[in-house]
């Protein structure tokens, strides 16, 4: 064994390799010594192999901890994912030593919420699962493993309540999963890309990073999945509704949720048709506003010299410029400068006669709005959405627009997350709720 393993790994200067001898017993160990824990490669090798108080032979057999590993082309995965090849009486047995590098009770970074817990999911797979086994104490939860990509190996482990989940959605998973090719997959966002979600407009599975997220997802039936060393998991299927869904509105009472709920739609609609309306009302038909509003929109634009959609595309500009700063800049330097930024630029392009001051408004608009959108992925969708909107604007005016969000409509209502419909308006765990509360009633 430990000639194929000098081969396999030649120029490895990390590979540890020993021949262990005792009165009664010789048994060869192999492993990737910066891959592996030290202290359980002695606590369970070393030490019983030395000390004899048992015989190790008897203790490989009956601890679990040791499996067999019959296959001699799986011994360099093995050995890359953090496990020690023993060779006992000419057999082969892995023991799990790997050496997890984690943040020790991680925060929530992206879904902050203000009553909920403030724990999130963590990059190694058995800490995640030891905290939605916590929150979700139900021993229909089911755990599946899988390995993506051809080159890395990934682990990635589906959750699921064996008695909620559908099971053509379960199988369709586990089908779409056998089929991913890529070498590499690092990131749980490569997977939802492999998974089928790289040329859409809209992500059809959710990114989250919070716990009770994920449990409330199992309740409804959904098919969760953890990937190794990404501390955010994939729920799925996902539905247009669920992304306007805040963690907050399990907390808040029921008028609160509805009221919040009606201004992220409202949000969503301004983020993605304000723009392009600006462009037909100033350019088509400005008769749709009062006559004092519309002089005071073309009191504005008078020292503007070219037309408004050119305008709208260089406060875009400057606004798209601004947030991905705000992403890159290091934290303790990027809400002060995008702040100033913005500031400075705003003004100086109304005065400069490069934009309007109404055009301003609507950019701020627009901004705001797109930062109400709870779960990021579909945010940043939608922030893309109102850029082909304008260009039927140029042309057509408010016709135009109306034609672009009928396609939109229509291109929602034709897309599926798995098979499921995905913008349906009644979600299967509602109905299921409300059949509940008949039947408690009754």
């Given at each position: 064994?430990?000639?194929?393993?000098?081969?396999?790994?030649?120029?490895?200067?990390?590979?540890?390799?020993?021949?262990?001898?005792?009165?009664?017993?010789?048994?060869?160990?192999?492993?990737?010594?910066?891959?592996?824990?030290?202290?359980?490669?002695?606590?369970?090798?070393?030490?019983?192999?030395?000390?004899?108080?048992?015989?190790?032979?008897?203790?490989?057999?009956?601890?679990?901890?040791?499996?067999?590993?019959?296959?001699?082309?799986?011994?360099?995965?093995?050995?890359?994912?953090?496990?020690?090849?023993?060779?006992?009486?000419?057999?082969?047995?892995?023991?799990?030593?790997?050496?997890?590098?984690?943040?020790?009770?991680?925060?929530?970074?992206?879904?902050?919420?203000?009553?909920?817990?403030?724990?999130?999911?963590?990059?190694?797979?058995?800490?995640?699962?030891?905290?939605?086994?916590?929150?979700?104490?139900?021993?229909?939860?089911?755990?599946?493993?899988?390995?993506?990509?051809?080159?890395?190996?990934?682990?990635?482990?589906?959750?699921?309540?064996?008695?909620?989940?559908?099971?053509?959605?379960?199988?369709g998973v586990r089908e779409k999963l056998d089929r991913v090719s890529i070498p590499m997959i690092s990131a749980t966002g490569e997977l939802a890309r492999a998974l089928g979600d790289r040329y859409r407009l809209f992500p059809t599975m959710m990114l989250t990073e919070r716990p009770d997220r994920v449990c409330t997802g199992i309740q409804d039936g959904k098919i969760i999945l953890l990937i190794q060393g990404s501390m955010f998991a994939l729920i799925l299927p996902a539905t247009f509704f669920n992304f306007m869904n805040a963690v907050d509105d399990h907390y808040d009472s029921f008028w609160m949720t509805r009221c919040l709920l009606a201004l992220r739609y409202m949000a969503v609609i301004l983020t993605v048709a304000l723009p392009a309306l600006y462009v037909a009302i100033v350019s088509y038909n400005p008769e749709l506003f009062r006559v004092q509003l519309t002089f005071s929109i073309a009191g504005s634009r008078s020292a503007v010299p070219y037309p408004s959609f050119i305008e709208v595309f260089i406060m875009l500009f400057m606004i798209e410029a601004l947030i991905e700063a705000s992403v890159r800049l290091p934290k303790y330097i990027g809400s002060t400068a995008t702040t100033v930024g913005g500031l400075i630029l705003g003004q100086a392009a109304q005065q400069a006669g490069l934009v309007s001051s109404i055009m301003i408004i609507v950019t701020s608009v627009v901004a705001i709005s797109n930062f109400v959108i709870p779960v990021n992925n579909m945010s940043g969708s939608i922030r893309f959405l109102k850029y082909p909107l304008i260009i039927p604007a140029i042309f057509f005016g408010i016709s135009g627009v109306t034609i672009g969000l009928f396609c939109y409509l229509v291109y929602l209502a034709d897309m599926r997350s798995?098979?499921?419909?995905?913008?349906?308006?009644?979600?299967?765990?509602?109905?299921?709720?409300?059949?509940?509360?008949?039947?408690?009633?009754?």
């Open positions: 064994m430990l000639n194929r393993i000098n081969t396999l790994f030649a120029e490895s200067r990390d590979l540890t390799m020993n021949r262990l001898q005792n009165d009664t017993l010789s048994i060869e160990i192999a492993y990737i010594a910066t891959l592996c824990d030290e202290s359980k490669v002695s606590d369970f090798i070393l030490v019983p192999f030395t000390k004899q108080e048992h015989p190790f032979e008897e203790l490989v057999l009956t601890n679990p901890v040791f499996k067999r590993l019959d296959d001699p082309a799986k011994w360099a995965d093995t050995i890359l994912h953090g496990f020690v090849l023993i060779q006992l009486n000419g057999k082969i047995y892995q023991l799990d030593a790997a050496r997890i590098i984690r943040n020790e009770n991680p925060q929530t970074m992206v879904e902050t919420v203000i009553a909920g817990p403030q724990i999130a999911l963590s990059e190694d797979l058995i800490d995640s699962v030891n905290i939605i086994r916590s929150r979700y104490p139900n021993p229909e939860l089911a755990v599946e493993e899988r390995t993506v990509g051809t080159m890395s190996k990934t682990r990635v482990l589906l959750l699921f309540d064996k008695r909620r989940v559908d099971p053509t959605v379960l199988t798995f098979g499921k419909p995905y913008f349906r308006i009644i979600s299967k765990s509602a109905s299921q709720s409300g059949d509940i509360g008949q039947v408690n009633n009754e």
